[in-house]
T-cell receptor, first 116, second 111 residues
Framework: DQQVKQNSPSLSVQEGRISILNCDYT??????FLWYKKYPAEGPTFLIS?????DKNEDGRFTVFLNKSAKHLSLHIVPSQPGDSAVYFC???????????????FGKGTLLTVNP | DTAVSQTPKYLVTQMGNDKSIKCEQN?????MYWYKQDSKKFLKIMFS???????INETVPNRFSPKSPDKAHLNLHINSLELGDSAVYFC??????????FGPGTRLTVL
């Protein structure tokens, strides 16, 4: 049972344009959402997160939007750069406010390719 | 200055063997995790330890036994390896209310 879904396995955009990566979830208990970026042969690295009490969080070129009623979040990268080419994982957790030991549930990832 | 390190990076072995993967973090975190990324690319949590105590155990076969000698180390021992154990195993660590930091992964291939 996939609780976190990334329905697009891949996305290709031109350098300088916007990249939009989407993620849907089914578990209403999720209250914290994260995006991780992964290069080949490396571990996932944290990119940006958002709590369920917010609907937007911005960090430089990266913005995450959360639509709780639709159980949908998206990651916007503007402007996209060739170095952004990687696999992007959406992840979610429940009871994040419980502190340590929170369990992350990951999507399958979307491979973003930014063409020069 | 690697934050979360794993050894070995690659591991090729025969079915039925026993093997271990080591993980160390120098971030001072209290909590460490093991994740498995299978051939379908799903990244799923296996175990979580907090201050050397097992907190999360996600329906993982008994052949998998994590061991935490101290809070900076979480090793994964696998007995009687099976073909289906072939995957990339990631270690991670975190502190309270913080994100999880991942190691580079160990690619295990069981022949």
């Amino acid at each position: 049972d996939q609780q976190v879904k990334q329905n697009s396995p891949s996305l290709s955009v031109q350098e300088g344009r916007i990249s939009i990566l989407n993620c849907d979830y089914t578990n209403s208990m999720f209250d914290y959402f994260l995006w991780y970026k992964k290069y080949p042969a490396e571990g996932p690295t944290f990119l940006i997160s958002i709590s369920s009490i917010k609907d937007k969080n911005e960090d430089g070129r990266f913005t995450v939007f959360l639509n709780k009623s639709a159980k949908h979040l998206s990651l916007h990268i503007v402007p996209s750069q060739p170095g952004d080419s990687a696999v992007y994982f959406c992840a979610a957790s429940a009871s994040h406010s419980g502190g340590s030991n929170y369990k992350l549930t990951f999507g399958k990832g979307t491979l973003l390719t930014v063409n020069p | 200055d690697t934050a979360v390190s794993q050894t070995p990076k690659y591991l090729v072995t025969q079915m039925g063997n026993d093997k271990s993967i080591k993980c160390e973090q120098n971030l001072g975190h209290d909590t460490m995790y093991w994740y498995k990324q299978d051939s379908k690319k799903f990244l799923k949590i296996m175990f979580s330890y907090n201050n050397k105590e097992l907190i999360i155990n996600e329906t993982v076969p008994n052949r998998f036994s994590p061991k935490s000698p101290d809070k900076a180390h979480l090793n994964l021992h696998i007995n009687s390896l099976e073909l289906g154990d072939s995957a990339v195993y990631f270690c991670a660590s975190s502190s309270p209310y913080d994100t999880q930091y991942f190691g580079p992964g160990t690619r295990l291939t069981v022949l």
